[in-house]
């Protein structure tokens, strides 16, 4: 059973670059694509983009000039790096397996994280 | 950017009986060259990680009781349990996959009347 453990700082100051790691235990993370997404208090699920294993990236318009993912398949992680971060970055980040086949290709998710809460503030 | 819009918010439904939760899409998400349909259903119950219900809008993940059900076309869909049990208090959302930005709805939560 796959399983994916979000881990990094709780509190990260304004203009500072969150990091996060994500930990995909119970199976490898080669032969997939791997994903950020994101719920600030209150408000929807956002997609902030995804990776795969070989590099490739895709992320989505609205956060794209302040997103960075990798993946490190020697320790079988991916990593997010949000740069200039205010308030309206507080939310709990969850990272998830995405799952891709056929074309025009598929995106839906099939493992998940338990999230992890990112506040932003001084 | 596609926007999908959910409804109910929230609905109490007594134990035995059928939830209904609905999804509309801004623009159709059924893809004239394979006429699939590009939405998943997830539910998500406090302190554990989303859960892949649906795909295809219809599609019953594996694992998945047959009392989820998900239906519908183009830009309205629906996803049922048929038969409400306590360990499907939760809350559910859709997403399509039909273009990039992957986009989700605002979230249905599913209580016990």
């Known amino acids: 059973q796959v399983q994916l453990q979000e881990s990094g700082p709780g509190l990260v100051k304004p203009s500072e670059t969150l990091s996060l790691t994500c930990t995909v235990s119970?199976?490898?993370?080669?032969?997939?694509?791997w994903s950020w997404i994101r719920q600030p208090p209150g408000k929807r699920l956002e997609w902030i983009g995804h990776i795969y294993y070989s590099g490739t990236t895709n992320y989505n318009p609205s956060l794209k000039s302040r997103v960075t993912i990798s993946a490190d398949t020697s320790k079988n992680q991916f990593s997010l790096k949000l740069t200039s971060v205010t308030a309206a970055d507080t939310a709990v980040y969850y990272c998830?397996?995405?799952?891709?086949?056929?074309?025009?290709?598929?995106?839906?998710?099939?493992?998940w994280g338990q999230g992890i809460l990112v506040a932003v503030s001084s | 950017d596609i926007v999908m819009t959910q409804s109910p918010d929230s609905l109490a439904v007594s134990l035995g009986e059928r939830a209904t939760i609905n999804c509309k899409s801004s623009q159709s998400v059924l893809h004239s060259s394979n006429n699939k349909n590009y939405l998943a259903w997830y539910q998500r119950k406090p302190g554990q990680p989303s859960k892949l219900l649906i795909y295809?809008?219809?599609t019953r993940e594996s694992g998945v009781p047959d009392r989820f059900s998900g239906s519908g076309s183009g830009t309205d869909f629906t996803l049922t349990i048929s038969s409400l049990q306590a360990e499907d208090v939760a809350l559910y959302y859709c997403q399509q996959y039909y273009s990039i930005p992957l986009t989700f709805g605002g979230g249905t939560k599913v209580e016990i009347k």
């Open positions: 295809w809008a219809s």
């Open positions: 119970g199976g490898s993370i080669t032969s997939y694509f």
């Open positions: 998830a397996r995405l799952f891709s086949s056929g074309w025009p290709p598929s995106y839906y998710f099939d493992y």
